[in-house]
């Protein structure tokens, strides 16, 4: 198992291949399933702007075509100062397949800061979107 700094900069690689010429705000994911396995994803934006698709569900997105059906964790890292936060779609995205021990690593910066973990806000579920909706009645 990858630790959370190594999920950051694996983020961090993603987002070097972000397609953000309309924001210029480049954003990097990347995913961890239950399985162990890895998945990154960047931003891509589109001139129409709803084909837009953020780089948290593009790694989400990535493992769920490849079988996988629940993520342990999720890293998110952009180039601002503060904790790059995901948008309110990516968070329902992250409810339909988090496992019950899921968390998300919202992380700051361009590079590595001193103090990192000072620069990251780690968000369960409840924190990421209370009330969450869920079609399966199974389903916490």
């Given at each position: 198992m990858v630790s959370d700094?190594?999920?950051i900069a694996?983020?961090?690689q993603a987002r070097q291949n972000a397609y953000v010429p309309y924001s210029k705000f480049p954003v990097g994911a990347a995913v961890e399933t239950t399985d162990g396995q890895i998945f990154t994803g960047c931003n891509i934006e589109n001139a129409s702007y709803g084909a837009t698709n953020c780089a948290e569900r593009t790694a989400i997105f990535k493992a769920v075509s490849e079988g996988a059906r629940q993520i342990r964790r999720l890293a998110v890292v952009c180039t601002d100062d503060e904790p790059c936060m995901p948008c309110g779609i990516c968070?329902?995205?992250?409810a339909e397949f988090a496992s019950a021990d899921f968390y998300c690593l919202c992380a700051a910066g361009p590079e590595p800061?001193?103090?990192e973990t000072d620069h990251v806000r780690h968000l369960g579920p409840d924190e990421l979107l209370p009330n969450r909706f869920?079609?399966?009645p199974d389903k916490p």
């Amino acid at each position: 198992m990858v630790s959370d700094q190594e999920m950051i900069a694996l983020a961090r690689q993603a987002r070097q291949n972000a397609y953000v010429p309309y924001s210029k705000f480049p954003v990097g994911a990347a995913v961890e399933t239950t399985d162990g396995q890895i998945f990154t994803g960047c931003n891509i934006e589109n001139a129409s702007y709803g084909a837009t698709n953020c780089a948290e569900r593009t790694a989400i997105f990535k493992a769920v075509s490849e079988g996988a059906r629940q993520i342990r964790r999720l890293a998110v890292v952009c180039t601002d100062d503060e904790p790059c936060m995901p948008c309110g779609i990516c968070r329902q995205v992250m409810a339909e397949f988090a496992s019950a021990d899921f968390y998300c690593l919202c992380a700051a910066g361009p590079e590595p800061l001193p103090g990192e973990t000072d620069h990251v806000r780690h968000l369960g579920p409840d924190e990421l979107l209370p009330n969450r909706f869920f079609l399966d009645p199974d389903k916490p």
